[in-house]
C-alpha cells in the first residue's frame, strides 16, 4: 500500500485546467504514489470521491453566467470530476475502470468499499483511491451545515493511495478509518480525516 497527500501547498498547473486547485491537487497527489508504486496501467482502476466536488469551478462557472459573460466550455468540463481521471489515465496508461463518488458519508470507507468490490475483478490488480476536497466556501459551508455535523477542510487537500491485491500485508478493514480516536482535529481534514489518517498510518509501515 502506497498513500501521498497533496495541499496546502500550490500543486502544480496541469494542462487544460484553470482557476481551481481541486484538479492539480488529485494530479499532484495520483503522480506522487504512481511514480513511487509504477504498474500495469491495463489492470489499474481509479476511484475518486469527494463530498462538493470542484466548487471552486462551479461558483466561477455560475457567477459569469448570472452576469451574462460568454460561457466558458472548459469551466464545463474541468467542473466534472472524471476530467481529472481521464488525464491521469492518458499520463499513466490506465486503462481500467474509472469511477467516481459523491458522499456525505464517510469517504474513507465508501473507497474502500468500492475498492473491495473491484478487487473482485481478477482482471484487476490495484485500485487507486482519491478522496479531494477545497476548503469551504461560503455556499459550500452553508451546504456541509445541512448535510451533515462536520464543515470543509481548513484548507484544499488531496489524498491518494494505492491498493494492491498482490502486496503481502493485509489491506485496511472498511470502516476503521474514520470511528477510531484521534488527536486530529476533525476541522483540519473535514470530510477527508478518516483517509488523511489512513493515508499518515500507511506512510508510517512504509520504508
Same mark, same amino acid.
Given at each position: 500500500m502506497i498513500a501521498?497527500?497533496? $495541499? =496546502?501547498?500550490?500543486?502544480?498547473p496541469v494542462a487544460g485546467f484553470v482557476e481551481s486547485?481541486?484538479? =492539480? *491537487?488529485v494530479h499532484q497527489a495520483v503522480e506522487r504514489c +504512481?511514480?513511487?508504486?509504477?504498474?500495469?496501467?491495463?489492470?489499474?482502476?481509479?476511484?475518486?470521491?469527494?463530498t462538493m466536488g470542484d466548487a471552486a469551478t462551479l461558483d466561477l462557472g455560475s457567477r459569469? *453566467? %448570472?452576469? $451574462? &459573460?460568454v460561457h466558458n466550455p472548459l469551466l464545463f468540463m474541468q467542473s466534472t470530476a472524471n476530467?481529472? *481521471?481521464? &488525464? +491521469?489515465?492518458r499520463d499513466f496508461a490506465i486503462t481500467g475502470p474509472l469511477l467516481c463518488l459523491s458522499?456525505?458519508?464517510? +469517504?474513507?470507507g465508501e473507497l474502500l468499499a468500492t475498492a473491495e468490490l473491484l478487487l473482485d475483478d481478477e482482471e484487476l490488480d490495484?485500485?487507486?483511491?482519491? $478522496? %479531494?476536497? *477545497?476548503s469551504g466556501t461560503e455556499r459550500t459551508t452553508a451546504a456541509y451545515r445541512r448535510l451533515r455535523d462536520i464543515g470543509p477542510p481548513a484548507a484544499d487537500l488531496a489524498v491518494a493511495l494505492v491498493l494492491d491485491r498482490n502486496d503481502p500485508r493485509p489491506r485496511p478493514p472498511v470502516n476503521a478509518p474514520s470511528d477510531a480516536p484521534s488527536d486530529t482535529p476533525a476541522t483540519e481534514h473535514g470530510t477527508l480525516r478518516g483517509l488523511a489518517e489512513l493515508a499518515a498510518r500507511i506512510q508510517g509501515t512504509n520504508p
Open positions: 501521498a497527500m497533496a $495541499g =496546502p501547498e500550490a500543486a502544480p486547485a481541486f484538479n =492539480p *491537487l +504512481l511514480s513511487a508504486h509504477p504498474g500495469d496501467g491495463s489492470r489499474t482502476a481509479m476511484v475518486l470521491a469527494s459569469r *453566467l %448570472v452576469s $451574462g &459573460q476530467a481529472i *481521471l481521464g &488525464q +491521469l489515465s458522499t456525505v458519508a464517510d +469517504l474513507a490495484r485500485v487507486v483511491l482519491v $478522496g %479531494v476536497e *477545497l
